[in-house]
C-alpha cells in the first residue's frame, strides 16, 4: 500500500517535473527469474532526476507471461518499486545509472485440482543499466536488478523506450 501511495504522488508531481525538465518516463519489457521460473511484465516507470546526477525513480509491472512449474501455472500478479537513482553521463546521448530502493511483487500459483496459492517478494532491490539517447529526447534503456525478499529473490532485465520531458 505505501508503494501505491508513493507512485500516485508521483504521478501527481508529474507535470511540475514536466515544467522543469527534469522527468523521463520509460516503459518496457521485463523478464522476471524468480527462483528458476520466469515470468513476463510490462513495465512502467518514472524518473525525477532532482540534479544532473540524482534522482527518485517510481515502478510498475504487470504480469503477462506465465511460467510453469511442474504441474504448476505461476505468474506475477504485479510489483511495484521505489527506487533512488545515481546516474554517470558518459556522453551527450550516453550515460550509466545504478538504483537502489525497495520492492514488492506478488506471484500467484494454480495446479488444476489442488487450488492457489499467492507469494511475495518483498524487500531490498538495486540494479545497475545504461540509457543511449538516439534523439534529444527518445532513447533505449536496458538494466538489470536483484529483487531481495526474506524467502527468494527474483533477478529481472529490463529493455524498452525512454523519453525525456
Do not use: H, W
Amino acid at each position: 500500500m505505501k508503494l501505491a501511495l508513493v507512485s500516485l504522488a508521483a504521478i501527481l508531481a508529474a507535470p511540475i517535473a514536466v515544467a522543469q525538465g527534469n522527468l523521463e518516463l520509460s516503459g518496457g519489457y521485463s523478464q522476471f527469474d524468480e527462483d528458476g521460473a520466469e515470468f513476463g511484465a510490462l513495465t512502467g516507470r518514472g524518473t525525477y532526476f532532482f540534479n544532473r546526477y540524482f534522482g527518485a525513480e517510481g515502478e510498475v509491472s504487470i504480469g503477462i507471461d506465465d511460467a510453469d512449474v511442474g504441474p504448476a501455472t505461476v505468474e506475477l500478479e504485479q510489483s511495484f518499486g521505489a527506487f533512488g537513482v545515481l546516474r554517470a553521463p558518459v556522453t551527450e546521448r550516453f550515460e550509466l545509472f545504478g538504483r537502489a530502493g525497495y520492492a514488492a511483487s506478488e506471484f500467484s500459483a494454480a495446479v488444476p485440482g489442488l487450488g492457489s496459492a499467492t507469494a511475495d517478494v518483498d524487500g531490498l532491490a538495486y540494479g545497475v543499466g545504461g540509457k543511449l539517447f538516439l534523439t534529444e529526447r527518445l532513447g533505449v534503456r536496458l538494466d538489470a536488478s536483484r529483487y531481495e525478499g526474506d524467502d527468494s529473490e527474483a533477478d529481472v532485465f529490463t529493455i524498452g523506450g525512454v523519453v525525456k520531458f
